[in-house]
């Protein structure tokens, strides 16, 4: 079972819209810091947006105005809803669940292209 599943990926048009989902299993997701990170092909890892378990929220200045991080309790989901997406945004987004301040869980990563 894989802990961590990103899913929502996908070409989109600058200016576009998406939705990234992060699906957990086989942990108590509720009480776990959550991260998204992005990738780039040729840079470094770059941090995007976190969530602790109480939902205080931060975002990097690339992120801040044009996406929202949240989570669902519930339903062991966290999400990532990025507006007026641009082509400097594409990347594989990755999901990270952290505990007591280290990396506990990480996701396989969903693409993300925006393009015209």
């Known amino acids: 079972q894989v802990p961590l599943v990103e899913s929502g990926g996908g070409l989109v048009q600058p200016g576009g819209s998406l939705t990234l989902s992060c699906v957990a299993s086989?942990?108590?997701?509720?009480?776990?810091?959550m991260k998204w990170h992005r990738q780039a092909p040729g840079k470094e890892r770059e941090f995007v947006a976190s969530?602790?378990?109480?939902?205080?929220?931060r975002y990097s200045d690339s992120a801040k105005g044009r996406f929202a991080i949240s989570r669902d309790n519930a339903k062991n989901t966290l999400f990532l809803q990025m507006n007026n997406l641009k082509p400097e945004d594409s990347a594989v987004y990755y999901c990270d669940a952290y505990r007591f301040g280290v990396q506990a869980y990480w996701g396989q990563g969903t693409q993300v292209t925006v393009s015209s």
């Open positions: 086989g942990f108590t997701f509720r009480n776990y810091f």
């Open positions: 969530i602790t378990s109480d939902s205080e929220i």
